[in-house]
């Protein structure tokens, strides 16, 4: 079973920062978290992982709790190509069996 | 970089065929996943490979799928006999799975496009 709850679904307006929640409340030390997301008829894409320091790359932005215990996904200008499944997932690194839960479809309307 | 390579992309059979999928992963990929993915759902994994030897095959369903990765590049899975139930799509990923900067580093991994099966 997944270790993580995410919202089944999302609306964001284009242009705007879309912000995906995420909750591990029984993450352990050593796990990470991961988000990936999966465009229709397409391949999951890797979009960023973290420990517990924030973490931003050139896709979207990545905040954990100091507690650990949830974190949200920042795309900071959400575009139509960002409709998507995005999911979350908590795992120790170089950990066998990466976990997907349903994940959270995101819809960005014009 | 070329991407993780999969054929063929779709595959309709009737139950009690077997069918095989093709994975190519990203070069230099020493860990190679095989998933199940079925519609609404989330990919579930199948088989993980580390060179040539399997890590983890413990939700492969192994009185009908087998899966192999001779040489330790190329993977193939195959199905035989096919049920209605296994109509999804496979997918294949790649992970680097190595040290960088001196420290064993988190794995992220790259996906090919998957293979749609349709089971009548």
């Known amino acids: 079973d997944a270790k993580t709850t995410q919202p089944t679904s999302m609306d964001c307006a284009e242009g705007r920062a879309a912000n995906l929640p995420c909750n591990h409340s029984?993450?352990?030390?050593?796990?990470?978290v991961y988000w990936y997301r999966q465009i229709h008829s397409q391949g999951p894409q890797y979009i960023i992982h973290g420990l517990k320091n924030n973490e931003t790359n050139e896709m979207a932005s990545l905040i954990i709790t100091e507690d650990r215990k949830s974190s949200t996904l920042i795309l900071p200008h959400a575009t139509l190509r960002d409709t998507a499944v995005y999911y979350c997932?908590?795992?120790?690194?170089?950990?066998?069996?990466?976990?997907f839960g349903p994940g959270t479809r995101l819809s960005v309307l014009p | 970089e070329a991407g993780v390579a999969q054929s063929p992309r779709y595959k309709i059979i009737e139950k009690r065929q077997s069918v095989a999928f093709w994975c190519n992963p990203i070069?230099?990929?020493?860990?190679l996943y095989w998933y199940q993915q079925i519609l609404g759902q989330g990919p579930k994994l199948l088989i993980q490979f580390q060179n040539n030897g399997v890590v983890d095959d413990s939700q492969l369903p192994k009185d009908r799928f087998s899966a192999e990765r001779l040489k330790g590049v190329d993977s193939t899975l195959k199905i035989q006999p096919a049920k209605l139930e296994d109509s999804a799509v496979y997918l294949c990923?790649?992970?680097?799975?190595?040290?960088?900067?001196?420290?064993?580093?988190?794995?992220?991994?790259?996906f090919g496009p998957g293979t749609r099966l349709t089971v009548t």
């Open positions: 997932i908590v795992r120790v690194a170089n950990g066998q069996n990466f976990v």
């Open positions: 070069s230099g990929h020493a860990t």
């Open positions: 990923a790649s992970s680097l799975r190595g040290w960088r900067g001196g420290r064993l580093s988190p794995d992220e991994q790259y």
């Open positions: 029984t993450i352990s030390g050593n796990e990470y």
